[in-house]
Nanobody, 122 residues
Framework: VQLQASGGGLVEAGGSLRLSCAASGRISSYTIGWFRQAPGKERELVSF????????YIADSVKGRFAASRDNAKNTVYLQMNSLKPEDTAVYYC?????????????????WGQGTLVTVSS
């Protein structure tokens, strides 16, 4: 499956953005993760959404501000980001895996989108 992330941009602190990750094929069997990488930092997990609504995870650093959702009919996953902070500035990547576990680890994901840049100004 090929993934295309979009929706990044420049936003002021406190603003919102919605990222989209469009897949070239059916995603219903995949766990889709969102990762981000800030300049000079390691890639970190933001969220993942599994095949069922109960299998959704949001990192503590963004909990209460970010929400992941998926539309399997459109083969698209979303990351709604509210109350953005300058420290949220990063390149955001979506990734997909058929693995049944280990979804917090980037090594588990086999397919990656190209990344979309989010810049939050103070």
């Amino acid at each position: 499956v090929q993934l295309q992330a979009s929706g990044g941009g420049l936003v002021e602190a406190g603003g919102s953005l919605r990222l989209s990750c469009a897949a070239s094929g059916r995603i219903s069997s995949y766990t889709i993760g969102w990762f981000r990488q800030a300049p000079g930092k390691e890639r970190e997990l933001v969220s993942f959404s599994g095949r069922t609504s109960s299998a959704t995870y949001i990192a503590d650093s963004v909990k209460g501000r970010f929400a992941a959702s998926r539309d399997n009919a459109k083969n698209t996953v979303y990351l709604q980001m509210n109350s953005l902070k300058p420290e949220d500035t990063a390149v955001y990547y979506c990734a997909a895996t058929l693995s049944s576990g280990g979804h917090s680890y980037s090594q588990v994901y086999d397919y990656w989108g190209q990344g979309t840049l989010v810049t939050v100004s103070s």
